[in-house]
């Protein structure tokens, strides 16, 4: 029997606030079909302000924000350029494919990022041989290369190439304001070249539920369409939405916090002798190798669950998410833990 559960699988384990609860109960509500919803109209609107895009649309989660902005984008039978290790290319189900007909080509990422000689390398123009490009994706941050913030530096000159190759460019953004906290830039200045972002509310914003995608006043009209293709139309959808205004309000600045305690779990995991290197960690995402360890990924989280310490493996790596139910006692205690396992 464990006295103490540690939950660093991902911060998609957010519970709402009780500010969120409180406000839940007394939201206004209509029917967001009909476009009568106020709450949910007065976040999307707030989200495309703090974009400085046109307007936004509430999607139930990242993954429908993701698969409605590439589905509006992209036609069947093109071409989408992403990330080899990107959320979007990985962990959606493939449904870009079973549902937009659309095909990938998958560049690696290098830090999180797509190298700009191999995007163009990748852009292929109309040749008989290959299908119709439309979009280019990138992830920020990037969560398979540790949680990495990629900078607007960068995203400038994929926008660059996206405009004269006539490409749109989309963000997963799930954890964008995580890079814009780290980066100390704006997420206005950090998507600009964006045609489009999809950012979720229920992760380090601790939202229960929800994303928003924020783009052109067309691309939105168009993306709430798509929506409704994938049953996504909602209902009296404020009494979610009441809760995504307190994480946009409330719950941005304290995202420094989930990244001081990653950074002192790395800190402590390479005092206890493992190869870690804390500074490529930066937000809210610690990868783990237990290569000089005698544990397979499995093994080893068993025996951190038998400390009620939760994680998950990716490849061959351990990850640990720390989020706003994560203190640093509890940090201390994962990191008390660990030593005991190894020593
Ligand atoms: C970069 C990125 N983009 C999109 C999504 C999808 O968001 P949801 O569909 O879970 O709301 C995730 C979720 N990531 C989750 C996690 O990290 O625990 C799992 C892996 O799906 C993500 O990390």
Do not use: W
Not at 15 to 30: C, I, L
Not at 50 to 56: L, R, S, T, V
Not at 189 to 214: T, Y
């Amino acid at each position: 029997m464990v006295d103490k559960i540690v939950d660093l699988r991902s911060d998609t384990v957010t519970k709402p606030t009780d500010e969120m609860r409180r406000e839940m109960k007394k939201a206004e509500v209509g029917d967001d079909v009909f476009k009568e919803d106020p709450t949910v109209s007065k976040l999307e609107n707030k989200a495309a302000e703090i974009f400085d895009k046109e307007a936004g649309l509430f999607v139930s989660s990242g993954t429908q924000g993701n698969l409605i902005s590439l589905l509006t984008h992209a036609q069947s039978g093109e071409e989408v350029i992403l990330g080899r290790d990107s959320h979007i290319f990985n962990y959606e189900v493939g449904g870009f494919a079973r549902l937009g007909g659309l095909s990938a080509r998958p560049i690696k990422e290098e830090k999180g990022r797509l190298p700009l000689e191999k995007l163009i390398e990748n852009i292929k123009g109309s040749d008989i041989h290959f299908p119709e490009q439309s979009l280019v994706c990138l992830e920020n941050t990037h969560n398979g290369h540790g949680g990495v913030p990629v900078s607007g530096d960068y995203i400038e000159k994929i926008g660059q190439i996206c405009m004269q190759k006539d490409l749109k460019l989309h963000i997963d953004g799930a954890r964008i304001f995580n890079a814009s906290v780290y980066l100390e830039e704006d997420v206005s200045n950090l998507c600009e070249p964006a045609d489009s972002i999809q950012f979720c509310l229920s992760k380090g914003l601790s939202a229960p539920i929800g994303s928003i995608i924020v783009g052109s006043r067309d691309f939105i009209s168009r993306a709430r369409k798509n929506r409704k293709i994938v049953g996504g139309g909602m209902r009296q959808v404020g009494v979610i939405a009441a809760t995504g205004l307190i994480s946009l309000d409330k719950m941005i600045d304290r995202l420094k916090k989930d990244h001081e305690k990653a950074n002192r779990l790395a800190e402590g995991l390479k005092d206890l002798g493992f190869e870690i290197n804390p500074n490529k960690f930066k937000t809210n995402i610690v990868y783990l190798s237990l290569d000089q360890m005698n544990y397979s990924t499995n093994e080893f989280l068993g025996l951190l669950k038998e400390k009620g310490i939760k994680a998950l493996s990716h490849e061959d790596k351990i990850r640990f998410v720390t989020h706003r139910e994560v203190s640093k006692e509890d940090i201390n205690y994962c990191l008390e833990a660990i030593d005991n396992l190894i020593h």
